[in-house]
Antibody, heavy 120, light 112 residues
Framework: QVQLVQSGAEVKKPGASVKVSCKAS????????IHWVRQAPGQGLEWMGI????????TYAQTFQGRVTVTRDTSTSTVYMELSSLRSEDAAVYYC?????????????WGQGTLVTVSS | DIVMTQSPDSLAVSLGERATINCKSS????????????LAWYQQKPGQPPKLLIY???TRESGVPDRFSGSGSGTDFTLTISTLQAEDVGVYYC?????????FGPGTKVDI
């Protein structure tokens, strides 16, 4: 079955960068788009961007343009999300999630989440 | 951007009773060429990622109990839990996937 396993929790200082990984298994890596969604403590869900692992097409939410970079490594079926110039408001749980190209961009499988703490 | 709103913010329902959550989009998420509403519902329990319940506004995801149902079209949608079970406690989010950026409602907390 589809599984997304994310890297562990991170603690970063303001101004630093964080890179979170999402390793996919249980399906052909190029068959699903992968999205990044974050959730600040006690808050709602915020979509950050999407990557098409087969064609390397990437789209980011305007909110994160210039600060976020999503990449993929097809040899290890892993997608990475790097967020730079971290500020306190970036403290959140970051999730990767899949959607199928043939359907709409709803999220059928999710990673377990990665907690990013931003503190001086 | 399409803004999603939900009501109520929270509700408490007795076991076995009906729970109704409303979701409204700032513009229509009905795509006329295929007559589909680009609207999904998720359930999130504490410490867990969201779980997909409903997509295309009314299609239940595989394995989701049939007490969960979605309805509505255009800009107004409803998630109904027909007979609330203890395991249904959590926060429910609607999400539009009609256009990028994908956006979520603020969530509705359901308690017993």
């Amino acid at each position: 079955q589809v599984q997304l396993v994310q890297s562990g929790a991170e603690v970063k200082k303001p101004g630093a960068s964080v890179k979170v990984s999402c390793k996919a298994s249980g399906y052909t890596f190029t068959n699903y788009y992968i999205h990044w969604v974050r959730q600040a403590p006690g808050q709602g869900l915020e979509w950050m961007g999407i990557i098409n692992p087969s064609g390397d097409t990437i789209t980011y939410a305007q909110t994160f343009q210039g600060r976020v970079t999503v990449t993929r490594d097809t040899s290890t079926s892993t997608v990475y999300m790097e967020l730079s110039s971290l500020r306190s408001e970036d403290a959140a749980v970051y999730y990767c999630a899949t959607s199928m190209p043939a359907t709409g961009y709803y999220f059928d499988f999710w990673g377990q989440g990665t907690l990013v703490t931003v503190s001086s | 951007d399409i803004v999603m709103t939900q009501s109520p913010d929270s509700l408490a329902v007795s076991l076995g009773e009906r729970a109704t959550i409303n979701c409204k989009s700032s513009q229509s998420v009905l795509y006329s060429s295929n007559n589909k509403n680009y609207l999904a519902w998720y359930q999130q329990k504490p410490g867990q990622p969201p779980k997909l319940l409903i997509y295309w506004a009314s299609t239940r995801e595989s394995g989701v109990p049939d007490r969960f149902s979605g309805s509505g079209s255009g800009t107004d949608f409803t998630l109904t839990i027909s007979t609330l079970q203890a395991e249904d406690v959590g926060v429910y989010y609607c999400q539009q996937y009609y256009s990028i950026p994908l956006t979520f409602g603020p969530g509705t907390k359901v308690d017993i």
